[in-house]
């Protein structure tokens, strides 16, 4: 929701990440307010699990950004991505009884 309006302080983006990917996150969040984009849809994921030890699971999946459209704020599309498929990997933590992503990295265009 918070790419919907490119908001970096969006309230629930800390329930659901912390550390290195809630810094990637809002980064992110910045680059898209200071760009005046924002973005319909969603992305469509499968995580497959690559490693866990109770506590912590390490994720990978080919992220499906078909569906998940960048537009200016005004409207006009930005057809600005050169791929629909990207590397995608992370880090879930379970922290005081919930699981956060703590990091996280998406990779460039083509690389799945």
Do not use: I
Not at 31 to 54: C, I, L
Not at 104 to 110: F, Q
């Amino acid at each position: 929701m918070a790419s919907a309006y490119a908001d970096p302080e969006w309230p629930h983006l800390a329930d659901h990440a912390d550390d290195q990917a809630l810094r990637l996150l809002r980064h992110g969040l910045e680059k898209a307010q200071a760009e005046d984009v924002v973005t319909k849809g969603a992305p469509e994921v499968d995580p497959s699990v690559m490693a866990s030890d109770g506590n912590t699971v390490r994720l990978g999946d080919c992220v499906d950004e078909s569906r998940w459209l960048r537009f200016t704020k005004a409207g006009a599309p930005k057809n600005d991505r050169t791929t629909s498929r990207s590397r995608a990997d992370a880090t879930v933590t379970r922290e005081e009884g919930s699981w956060k992503v703590t990091t996280l990295s998406v990779n460039e265009s083509n690389t799945c």
